[in-house]
């Protein structure tokens, strides 16, 4: 069984297109979280949500929506992509706040 | 600020040698230290962490991991890599700021001759 899920794995696309990745825990963790890893591997957070509702933004544009339907699921929807995009997206979840964090298999992002 | 710091960006062995990958971060108070491993393609697999306690911590696949508070450290260490180890390392501190954010190192690039 999956814990931490994505989708879809690898996208591809065209500069100025909108796109949306998904995850869903099987967890039962209330608390979800995305980060990028670009080129150098370098690991950094974007979004983090908790019972649905959003507690960490970091500088990340505004082309970048996350969508909490429920606690099981964080979508990340990207708008007007860009070259600089190309990365790739790791979901994550946690049981509450400071605890450890399980991570999705990845989502490999290049635009075109 | 809190970081990390993984002063090594590649690290060569050969398969049944013993493997010691360096952490140092700087953190306010008493941090959640944690490493986690990436196989190539893949995503990030919890090895170890430290919460408080013990400060010698044993993780999977026969890893452990030393929190050394006067030397803001946790190297990680295992006595005999095997192939299979080869892969990216990553050691991460948290909850930094509001929310339970990690921050991660640069990572550290394990390869194992054979």
């Known amino acids: 069984d999956t814990a931490v899920s994505q989708t879809p794995k690898y996208l591809v696309t065209q500069m100025g297109n909108d796109k949306s990745i998904k995850c869903e825990q099987n967890l039962g963790h209330d608390t979800m979280y995305w980060y990028k890893q670009d080129s150098k591997k370098f690991l950094k957070i974007m979004f983090s949500y908790n019972n649905k509702e959003l507690i960490i933004n970091e500088t990340v544009p505004n082309r970048f929506s996350p969508k909490s339907p429920d606690k099981a699921h964080l979508n990340l929807h990207i708008n007007s992509l860009e070259l600089g995009d190309s990365a790739v997206y790791f979901c994550a979840s946690s049981q509450e706040l400071a605890e450890t964090q399980y991570f999705g298999p990845g989502t490999r992002l290049l635009v075109l | 600020a809190q970081s990390v710091t993984q002063p090594d960006i590649h690290i060569t062995v050969s398969e049944g040698a013993s493997l010691e990958l360096r952490c140092n971060y700087s953190?306010?108070?008493?941090?959640?230290l944690f490493w986690y491993v990436q196989s190539p393609g893949q995503g990030l697999q919890l090895l170890l962490k430290?919460?408080?306690?013990?400060?010698l911590v044993q993780g999977i696949k026969g890893f452990e991991a030393e929190f050394k508070r006067s030397q803001s450290s946790f190297n990680l260490r295992k006595p005999s890599v095997h192939w299979s180890d080869a892969a990216e390392y990553f050691c991460a501190v948290g909850p930094t700021g509001g929310g339970n954010k990690l921050t991660f190192g640069t990572g550290t690039q394990l390869k194992v001759e054979l």
């Open positions: 953190y306010g108070a008493t941090p959640y």
């Open positions: 430290y919460f408080s306690g013990d400060t």
